[in-house]
């Protein structure tokens, strides 16, 4: 038995099932990526988790933003991501199914866990307030309140209601656009910030600027709509929660430093007025994304289309229709690469001629049937989206010790201490 195969815990996984599987034990010793391809030569995709990267992301991001940081549970709810989160720090989650919140709570029991979709089913409230303690809930409809009340006064089980009205957003700079299917327009979310107050022991208001926005004026701007709102109101206000959005490194973005997006927030919040509340931020992606990585196998190659045995049915599903470009690296243990890089594009393992991934991918000119490649960044939005689609949703999960392909998130505090 190799040296990998007998540190690494390595578990199969199907592609539909992250909420419900166990959280396994901690790996003692971590491989690196090379020694686990070396070892296993495994002809299904690999999931590369690197704990320590996101751990040391969570550490960044808690300890330089001026409030609580609440995980988006959806943009990685793998059991081992979780469990480096919260060893980095993290203590409060955002969850937006009834799914995402029993697992948060099984895993942490002391966790604080808010319910931050605008649009419950009545059975997962009840469920999330009786069994769950959970207290917090979005809304942006007075339907949402309604049910809200009624579903947590049925359990008989009392508590101090947390109530935040998520405001609509106009549409903004965001890689993927939010805006359109939640919030409630201002006028609107003014009057649900009057209804909801005499029920709510916390009230707050949040937004969502959308994913991967490279703009700290964004949240300037969603700031100054949040105090036009609050104005508007005329009521007391414990909670500004600013939503997720920050964006991390790929190949063609470079985005600024957290310090630049705090630094907004922070004036941003200044202006409001409301030196009592409490800022909340739901990041995702900056946490996750550098945190793993895909290994692939080029099973054949058509000039510079690469025939690849993960797609965008699998963990690359924003490579295909949104476009994202990774890192990529080839992995061939056995020999050197010769030639220079060369742009290829992927095609993945289905037989739906959308599964393609145009990148391009810069690579060995030599990259050919049987090499691996690494791509990188993939800790978010990547294996959670996985389907079973064409009978391919079988991948391996290993947690490694390597450092990530890009760089996570930096706090370049400058600004932060300048206006502390
Ligand atoms: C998806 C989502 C997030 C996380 O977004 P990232 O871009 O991954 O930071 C936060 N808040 C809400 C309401 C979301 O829907």
């Given at each position: 038995m190799s040296v990998?195969?007998?540190?690494?815990?390595?578990?199969?996984?199907?592609?539909?099932?992250?909420?419900?599987?166990?959280?396994?034990?901690?790996?003692?010793?971590?491989?690196?990526?090379?020694?686990?391809?070396?070892?296993?030569?495994?002809?299904?995709?690999?999931?590369?988790?690197?704990?320590?990267?996101?751990?040391?992301?969570?550490?960044?991001?808690?300890?330089?933003?001026?409030?609580?940081?609440?995980?988006?549970?959806?943009?990685?709810?793998?059991?081992?991501?979780?469990?480096?989160?919260?060893?980095?720090?993290?203590?409060?989650?955002?969850?937006?199914?009834?799914?995402?919140?029993?697992?948060?709570?099984?895993?942490?029991?002391?966790?604080?866990?808010?319910?931050?979709?605008?649009?419950?089913?009545?059975?997962?409230?009840?469920?999330?307030?009786?069994?769950?303690?959970?207290?917090?809930?979005?809304?942006?409809?007075?339907?949402?309140?309604?049910?809200?009340?009624?579903?947590?006064?049925?359990?008989?089980?009392?508590?101090?209601?947390?109530?935040?009205?998520?405001?609509?957003?106009?549409?903004?700079?965001?890689?993927?656009?939010?805006?359109?299917?939640?919030?409630?327009?201002?006028?609107?979310?003014?009057?649900?910030?009057?209804?909801?107050?005499?029920?709510?022991?916390?009230?707050?208001?949040?937004?969502?600027?959308?994913?991967?926005?490279?703009?700290?004026l964004a949240w300037r701007a969603a700031l100054g709509l949040a105090g036009q709102v609050i104005r508007t109101a005329g009521v007391a206000i414990d909670v500004v929660d600013v939503g997720g959005g920050f964006p991390v490194s790929y190949p063609d973005q470079e985005p600024p430093a957290l310090g630049a997006f705090f630094a907004e927030i922070e004036e941003g919040f200044d202006r409001l007025g409301v030196p009592a509340a409490r800022l909340w931020a739901e990041p995702g992606r900056v946490l996750v994304a550098s945190g793993a990585s895909v290994v692939v196998q080029v099973q054949a190659r058509r000039g510079a289309m690469l025939y690849v045995n993960d797609g965008v049915y699998g963990s690359l599903s924003d490579a295909g229709a949104l476009g994202f470009r990774y890192p990529v690296r080839m992995i061939r243990p056995d020999a050197k690469p010769i030639g220079a890089l060369t742009e290829f594009s992927l095609y993945g393992p289905t037989c739906d001629s959308a599964d393609v991934m145009r990148g391009p991918f810069v690579l060995p000119a030599d990259v050919a049937e049987g090499d691996w490649i690494e791509i990188g960044q993939l800790g978010a939005y990547g294996a959670c989206l996985r389907t079973a689609f064409n009978g391919f949703d079988r991948a391996r999960i290993v947690e490694v010790a390597d450092r990530p392909m890009l760089d996570g998130p930096a706090c370049g505090t400058e600004s932060l201490r300048i206006a502390a």
């Open positions: 990998v195969a007998r540190t690494a815990s390595f578990r199969p996984r199907a592609a539909v099932s992250p909420l419900r599987r166990q959280a396994a034990a901690a790996v003692v010793r971590r491989p690196t990526v090379d020694q686990f391809i070396a070892a296993e030569r495994p002809e299904e995709p690999v999931h590369c988790l690197r704990p320590a990267v996101i751990a040391a992301n969570a550490r960044t991001f808690v300890e330089a933003f001026p409030g609580d940081a609440l995980y988006a549970v959806k943009c990685n709810p793998d059991p081992a991501v979780l469990r480096a989160l919260h060893a980095g720090g993290v203590r409060h989650f955002d969850c937006a199914s009834l799914q995402e919140v029993r697992l948060v709570r099984d895993m942490f029991p002391d966790a604080a866990i808010h319910f931050m979709h605008p649009v419950k089913a009545r059975g997962a409230i009840r469920e999330a307030w009786e069994r769950h303690g959970v207290r917090d809930f979005v809304l942006d409809s007075a339907e949402e309140l309604a049910k809200i009340r009624a579903e947590a006064a049925a359990t008989g089980l009392p508590g101090r209601l947390g109530l935040i009205v998520r405001i609509a957003l106009p549409k903004g700079g965001a890689r993927l656009d939010l805006s359109g299917k939640f919030g409630a327009e201002p006028e609107d979310a003014a009057a649900l910030l009057r209804a909801a107050r005499g029920c709510a022991a916390t009230l707050g208001v949040s937004f969502h600027v959308g994913s991967q926005c490279l703009d700290p």
